[in-house]
Structures are given as C-alpha cells and as structure tokens.
C-alpha cells in the first residue's frame, strides 16, 4: 500500500471553479506539504504544515489555502481556479527527528490538474 | 535570481556512459543536499544526500558537494536505460524554527539513456 496518497490522481476543471485536492498518508509523519511542478521551474511549495496547528505559506501561495484536518490528511484548495494554476500537484510528508534524514521527504503520486 | 539553478536539459546518453548532473546555488546557508530522482507519473524519491562538503558514493551513484563554489554534482557510473528520470537537486538550511525541513529544489534535469 502506498504511504502517501493523493485523490484525484487527475481532475479536469473549468475557470471559476473550486477545486479541493487530497492527501492521506499512513506514515505516521508530523510534517507534510503541498508543491507544484512545472516544466522548467521545478517543484514549489505552496504551502507546509508542522502539525495539525501549524500552517504556513509557501513561496506560492496566492489563490491557494490548506486545511489539516489530521495529521494524516492535509488538503489542497483552489478557491477560484485560474488556467495558470494547471501543473502537476505533489504532496509529500517528512518526519521530524534530527539528523541529515530528516531532510527526507516522502511525496505522493502527485495529481494532474487542468484549468480550461 | 533561482535560490538554486539547474539546467533542465534534456540530456541524452548512451548506455554504460558516465552522467554528470549540476546544480549550483547561492544561498551559503544551505548546510543539506540532496538529489531526487523522479519516473514519469511518478512523485519524487530520493537518491542521495549529503551534508556540508565533500563526497559521498552509493553504487554507481556519487553525490558531490563544493560548498566554498556553491556547486553540487550527482555522477552516474555505468548508466543504464532505468536510470531515464528527471533529477531534481534539493537543499536545506540548517536552521531551526519554521524553516527546519523545508527544501528548496532545484528546476530537475531530464535524462535519456538509449540502449
């Protein structure tokens, strides 16, 4: 079973729309994120979150927001989805212990997102 | 200015070739460095770390860091047609409080190996 997962794994939306993505993992993680990924600009974090208090802003988070609803679920909203918003959608989890691992971080499938 | 640059490619070798992927950065913070490999319709996964300077191998993986250039390299000995992916380098400050375990990647580096 994958440790992290992510629903839907593509989602077809039209301008204008809200659209929620998301993420469940069974990895037991306090640290979990949300990133895009586009052709030539890499992955980029739109939001993080260190426990189920504590969210923060990304270097992207403009027309986006976060809801923790666990520590085993964070999800994703586009509250008015915008055709510049299609990219590629990665969740990921990482742990909170010390050591160069900690660095580690476990991503989902990630989730297609178009915005016609 | 990319906190971290890395030329997307793509980069394309043959078989048993020796791969060298860069990436160089500017914030001396960065204490960690990492490289993720990533499959087509896949999320990321990491490969290999390092922290601070020098060298660390893995197989036919070797992670190079050069903080007083900035510079970090992954090399792949012996490449081979599963080794096809893109490669993103990441990187962490050292730092505690909001920032600990944050990671800044770079843009990812797509490489082709023919048989």
């Known amino acids: 079973d994958a440790d992290v997962t992510q629903t839907p794994r593509n989602r077809i939306t039209k301008t204008g729309k809200r659209i929620m993505l998301e993420c469940s993992q069974t990895k037991g993680h306090d640290r979990m994120y949300w990133y895009r990924q586009d052709p030539g600009l890499g992955l980029r974090l739109i939001y993080y979150?260190?426990?189920?208090?504590?969210?923060n802003k990304g270097e992207i988070s403009d027309g986006y927001s976060v809801s923790r609803q666990a520590q085993a679920k964070f999800s994703l909203s586009l509250e008015s989805a915008i055709p510049n918003q299609t990219a590629l959608y990665f969740c990921?989890?990482?742990?909170?212990?010390?050591?160069?691992?900690?660095?580690?971080?476990?991503f989902g499938p990630g989730t297609r997102l178009t915005v016609l | 200015q990319k906190e971290v640059e890395q030329d997307p490619g793509p980069l394309s070798v043959p078989e048993g070739a020796i791969v060298s992927l860069n990436c160089t950065y500017s914030?001396?913070?960065?204490?960690?460095f990492m490289w993720y490999r990533q499959y087509s319709r896949k999320g990321p996964e990491l490969l290999m770390y390092?922290?601070?300077?020098g060298n660390k191998e893995d197989g036919r993986f070797t992670a190079q860091v050069d903080k007083s250039s900035k510079y970090i390299s992954l090399f792949i000995r012996d490449s081979q047609p599963s080794d096809s992916a893109t490669y993103l380098c990441?990187?962490?400050?050292?730092?505690?409080?909001?920032?600990?375990?944050?990671?800044?990647f770079g843009q990812g580096t797509i490489l082709t190996v023919h048989p």
């Open positions: 390092t922290y601070s300077s």
């Open positions: 990921a989890t990482s742990d909170h212990g010390g050591g160069p691992r900690y660095n580690e971080q476990f």
């Open positions: 979150s260190f426990d189920v208090k504590d969210i």
């Open positions: 990441a990187m962490s400050a050292n730092a505690g409080g909001t920032s600990y375990g944050k990671l800044t």
């Open positions: 914030n001396s913070a960065f204490q960690y």
